[in-house]
C-alpha cells in the first residue's frame, strides 16, 4: 500500500512540473506574439519637434510612451514590439506612434534592464490608443530595476506626447 501512495505523489509530483512548464510555455508564447526576434538594433533620434499625426483611413492610432522619470542613473532605450514584430525604439523619456490595422494588437517594451512588459488591446478603425512603459530604477544598495506597459487616459497620453521628446528610429 505504500509503494500506492509513494506512485501517486509522484504522478501528482511530476503533474505539478508540467504544469509549470505549461505555464512558462504560455508565457513564451505571449512574448513570441508581442516582441520580435532577439539581436535587433535601431538608430534613434529624439527632438522636441512633434510630429502631426493623422489617423489613415480604416487605421487606428497608437502611441507608445516611455516615461524614464523614475529612473535614476540610467536613460534606458526601450524596444517597441507589435504582434511580433520590433516596430520602433525610443531612447529616455520620449515617445513614437504607429497606424494599426483594426483588430487585437498583442504590444511589447523591452529594455536591456528591465526586461519586458506585455500588453493587448482590439483597435478601432479611428480609434486612437496611449500606452506608457515607466522604467522605474532604483541603484541603491541592493538595486532593482521594473518595467510596466499600461494603457493611458487620452487626456494623459496628449499631455505626455505634447511635453515629452518625439522619438524617430531606424532599424539598422
Known sequence: ????????????ALGGLTSVGLAQSGEANAALKSCGPFGVNFRIKTADTRPAAKIQ?????VYFIAD?????????TTLVGLDGQWVGASHGSS???????????HLCAMT????K?????TAAAGGVYYFVAKDLTWEGYTGWTELSLEPLDSDEGQYLVDTEAFSASQKR
Open 68 to 76: 524614464d522619470h523614475g529612473t535614476v542613473l540610467t536613460t534606458p
Open 57 to 61: 483611413p480604416g487605421t487606428a492610432l
Open 95 to 105: 515617445w513614437l506612434y504607429l497606424q494599426v490595422p483594426p483588430r487585437e494588437h
Open 117 to 121: 512588459a506585455l500588453a493587448h488591446f
Open 112 to 115: 536591456e534592464d528591465a526586461g
Open 1 to 12: 500500500m505504500r509503494v500506492f501512495w509513494k506512485w501517486c505523489g509522484l504522478v501528482l
